[in-house]
């Protein structure tokens, strides 16, 4: 008896397939969250050495910062990328060049 085609594909699919971690349950910070006044607590002392917490971005490690940094330099890349982007499809659905659609070229 022969087997179905694509049954030994599916089967292998189907042993490969990791199901995702469940989520795990909210929960709430462990921290007053900013403009509870009511339950924050003093801030501390400048003279106590204690380093501010400099916290991360959502989607890097990075820490932002201005200047001449990582984190700079990606979210200008990211923006550069949206840009070009944008000029593609303008010149795609326009059928004519981004100089010429903005006015720049006569």
């Given at each position: 008896?022969?087997?179905?085609?694509?049954?030994?594909?599916?089967?292998?699919?189907?042993?490969?397939?990791?199901?995702?971690?469940?989520?795990?349950?909210?929960?709430?910070?462990?921290?007053?969250?900013?403009g509870?006044?009511?339950?924050?607590?003093?801030?501390a002392a400048s003279g106590t050495g204690e380093a501010p917490v400099k916290t991360t971005s959502a989607?890097?490690?990075?820490?932002?910062?201005f200047g001449w940094s990582a984190y700079a330099e990606r979210v200008n890349g990211r923006f550069a990328m949206l840009g070009f982007a944008s000029v593609l499809l303008i010149e795609?659905?326009?059928?004519?060049?981004?100089?010429?659609?903005a006015g720049l070229v006569p």
């Open positions: 008896m022969a087997a179905a085609p694509g049954s030994c594909c599916r089967q292998r699919a189907i042993a490969l397939y990791d199901p995702p971690e469940p989520m795990p349950d909210p929960v709430s910070p462990a921290e007053p969250l900013a509870d006044d009511a339950a924050s607590p003093a801030p989607t890097t490690g990075d820490v932002p910062a795609a659905l326009s059928g004519d060049t981004f100089l010429h659609w």
